[in-house]
C-alpha cells in the first residue's frame, strides 16, 4: 500500500528512522559542546594543577617504586609518559582550535544580530522622526486650544458691539419717531391757539 505522505509516520517506525538517521546537525552541535567543554576545561588552573599532580606521581612511582612495580623506566626518560603528554597535546591543540571556530561563529552571529538591531533602530528612529515632522506641519495648520479662545473673544467682542449699535440705533428710531409725534402733535395745537386771541378782540 503506498505511503500517504500528508500522514504521519507510526510511532515504531519514526523512532526507528530517527536511531538509523541521526540527525547530522545535531550530532556535529553535540560533539562541539562536547570538544569545548574539554577546551574549556584545559585551561583552567584545576586541569594545570591535576596534570601537575599526575606527572609528579608518574615519575616518583617509576623513580622511587620497587623495580618489579615500575612500568615506565627513567632512564629511558619516561617514554610513556612522553607518549601520554604528547598524544594530550596533539588533542588538545585540535580541540581549542575547534572551541574557537564555535566561538567566532557565536560572535558572528551576535554581531550579525546586533547589526540587525541597529538597523532597526535606525528605521525605527528615522519612522518616529518623520511621524514628528509630519505632526507639528499639521499642528501648525491645526488651530490651537488659545487660538480658538482667541477667534471666540474677538467674536463675541464684536456680536456685543453689533448688539451696542443695533441698541443706539433702535433708541434713536424710538427717539426720532417721538420728537416726529410731538412735532405733530405740536402743528396740531398752533392753529387751536391763534383764533383765541382774535376772538378776544371781536368780543371786546
Known sequence: MPEQLDQPLEEGRARRLRWMRPRKHATSDTSGRVAEAIARFSGTPTFLIWLTLFVVVWMAWNTFAPASWRFDKAELGFTALTLMLSLQASYSAPLILLAQNRQDD??????????????????????????????????????????????????????????????????????????????????????DREPGPAGAEAAG
Open 106 to 191: 557565536r560572535d558572528r552571529v551576535t554581531a550579525e544580530q546586533d547589526r540587525q538591531r541597529a538597523q532597526a533602530n535606525l528605521e525605527d528612529t528615522e519612522y518616529l522622526t518623520r511621524e514628528i515632522a509630519s505632526l507639528r506641519l499639521a499642528m501648525n495648520e491645526v488651530a490651537t486650544r488659545d487660538f480658538v479662545r482667541g477667534e471666540l473673544r474677538d467674536m463675541l467682542a464684536e456680536l456685543l458691539e453689533e448688539e451696542r449699535r443695533s441698541r443706539e440705533e433702535i433708541v434713536g428710531e424710538i427717539v426720532e419717531e417721538l420728537a416726529d409725534e410731538w412735532a405733530e402733535h405740536e402743528a396740531q395745537d398752533e392753529p
